[in-house]
């Protein structure tokens, strides 16, 4: 069966600070990936999507970039932190041809 | 574009109520629909899901009906238990791109 491992579970870095988020699915091969955040109450906002290696859509010009080194790993990453780049992150993937995604734990991420 | 809009919560109710919450959206072609819930501090969990006109989606007591004809997916559940209080996601899928409501809280009260 197919899993998602997201980590870590929370965070938390200073201003400034470089970061590194790291998404991996089992089970499948080639799926799509995507990375959400979700600021407090509020809805999700995707960041970024990838449907293959080295492949990367941008949907949200900011202080993230996202890498896709293999197959079933997505890479979430900043060089400099900011305050608002706090929230709730989460990783998806799914397999082209409208079924549905699957989410992994999420990541709260607290900039301080 | 594609796009999902939600009925504004939050929403409480007592227990053993009835549930609805209002989703409709616009999108190019056929794409799927999801219903989705968040529990405190998790990522999402797909609900239900209905991937052509007129089928119903089901899960545990809740079901939603995909209208082509209103574009709209509501989510029903004739009795809620205080074990329901989430937040809930409708979306769609063009089969490559997800795209998610703002959310709705769901309060259950004993």
């Known amino acids: 069966s197919q899993t998602i491992h997201q980590w870590p579970a929370t965070l938390v870095q200073p201003v400034g600070s470089p970061l590194s988020l790291e998404c991996t699915v089992e089970?499948?091969?080639?799926?799509?990936l995507y990375w959400y955040r979700q600021a407090a109450g509020r809805g999700l906002q995707l960041l970024f999507y990838?449907?293959?290696?080295?492949?990367i859509s941008s949907e949200v010009p900011q202080n993230l970039s996202a890498s896709r080194p293999q197959d079933r790993q997505f890479i979430l990453s900043s060089k400099k932190l900011l305050l608002s780049d706090s929230g709730f992150y989460l990783c998806?993937?799914?397999?082209?041809?409208?079924?549905?995604?699957?989410f992994g734990q999420g990541t709260r991420l607290t900039v301080v | 574009g594609n796009s999902v809009t939600q009925m504004e919560g939050p929403v409480t109710l007592s227990e053993e109520a009835f549930l609805t919450i209002n989703c409709t959206y616009t999108?190019?072609?056929?794409?799927?629909l999801f219903w989705y819930v968040q529990y405190p501090g998790e990522g999402l969990q797909l609900l239900l899901k209905a991937t052509k006109a007129d089928d119903k989606g089901s899960n545990k007591g809740f079901e939603a009906t995909y209208r082509k004809e209103t574009t709209s997916f509501h989510l029903e559940k004739g009795s809620v238990q205080v074990s329901d209080s989430a937040v809930y996601f409708c979306?769609?899928?063009?089969?490559?791109?997800?795209?998610f409501g703002t959310g709705t809280s769901l309060t259950v009260i004993p």
């Open positions: 999108a190019t072609g056929y794409p799927s």
């Open positions: 089970g499948t091969s080639n799926p799509n």
């Open positions: 998806a993937w799914s397999i082209s041809g409208n079924t549905e995604a699957f």
């Open positions: 979306a769609l899928s063009d089969g490559v791109q997800f795209y």
């Open positions: 990838s449907v293959g290696i080295g492949q």
